[in-house]
T-cell receptor, first 116, second 115 residues
Framework: GAGVSQSPRYKVAKRGQDVALRCDPI?????LFWYQQALGQGPEFLTY????????KSGLPSDRFFAERPEGSVSTLKIQRTQQEDSAVYLC??????????????FGPGTRLTVT | AQSVAQPEDQVNVAEGNPLTVKCTYS??????LFWYVQYPNRGLQFLLK??????LVKGSYGFEAEFNKSQTSFHLKKPSALVSDSALYFC?????????????FGSGTRLSIRP
């Protein structure tokens, strides 16, 4: 079927604005991950969902970042009062199984957020 | 704590020559190791993984990687490079002892294949 999709692909926000980034995982994938990728760096883990439960949010950089997956499929990453240091590509990935340790993740194309 | 290092920011290889992209890791338990490739304006694509078993793992697009426990390395290799292999490559590791989901990525190596 279709891969992981993300929207919008590009977002420009003025400092202080709130943004919402959407991820549609592969149908049937139980696990969903959010990553932040700064320019020239590897992706850094933000948070992880198993179905609708957020099991790990240790990577969220501040309380301005909030993620949800209320029905266990689509997920939204919200950033409140955006700051320039939030500028990055936000990647979403999904994985088929519950204990995802040994299984590869399938990534979306990312949302490039630029905060001016 | 788990970590992964890619010591080379860039690797340049002539088309048709063998290529190696280096990766070393550090975990407290058994490592689960992955290689991903990223093309411009696209998400990461899975290439291959090592979980257990044979130290030589074969993956997509003719790539392979060799797990070396004593050297804590998982270098990516290809016998004959193609210009289309030019991209950004990421090594990643997860600690097998932990049920946590977190996967740690290296900083990436840009592979450039010249015709």
């Amino acid at each position: 079927g279709a891969g992981v999709s993300q929207s919008p692909r590009y977002k420009v926000a003025k400092r202080g604005q709130d943004v919402a980034l959407r991820c549609d995982p592969i149908s049937g994938h139980v696990s969903l991950f959010w990553y932040q990728q700064a320019l020239g760096q590897g992706p850094e883990f933000l948070t992880y969902f198993q179905n609708e439960a957020q099991l790990d949010k240790s990577g969220l950089p501040s309380d301005r970042f909030f993620a949800e997956r209320p029905e266990g499929s689509v997920s939204t990453l919200k950033i409140q009062r955006t700051q320039q240091e939030d500028s990055a590509v936000y990647l979403c990935a999904s994985s088929l199984v519950r204990l995802a340790a040994t299984y590869e993740q399938y990534f979306g194309p990312g949302t490039r957020l630029t905060v001016t | 704590a788990q970590s992964v290092a890619q010591p080379e920011d860039q690797v340049n290889v002539a088309e048709g020559n063998p290529l190696t992209v280096k990766c070393t890791y550090s975990v407290s338990g058994n490592p689960y190791l992955f290689w991903y490739v990223q093309y411009p304006n696209r998400g990461l694509q899975f290439l291959l993984k090592y979980i257990t078993g044979d130290n030589l793992v074969k993956g997509s697009y003719g790539f392979e990687a060799e797990f070396n426990k004593s050297q804590t390395s998982f270098h990516l290799k290809k016998p004959s490079a193609l210009v289309s292999d030019s991209a950004l490559y990421f090594c990643a590791v997860r600690d097998g002892y932990s049920s946590a989901s977190k996967i740690i990525f290296g900083s990436g190596t840009r592979l450039s294949i010249r015709p």
